[in-house]
């Protein structure tokens, strides 16, 4: 599951059970989270997604 949102998209992932990637856009500073990786750009998230990382 890939999203921006940590309750409604990393949560909802996590609860699903996949693994998750968090595209921290800087709103939620200090935000405790539990995603799997989290990326500042789709580009990263991309890399992710394809097994580059």
Do not use: C, F, K, N
């Amino acid at each position: 599951m890939v999203g921006d949102h940590l309750v409604a998209d990393i949560g909802g992932g996590r609860a699903a059970g996949l693994r998750t990637v968090w595209g921290d856009r800087g709103t939620s500073p200090g935000q405790e989270h539990e995603a799997d990786h989290v990326v500042t750009d789709v580009l990263q998230a991309v890399e992710i997604l394809y097994g580059g990382r």
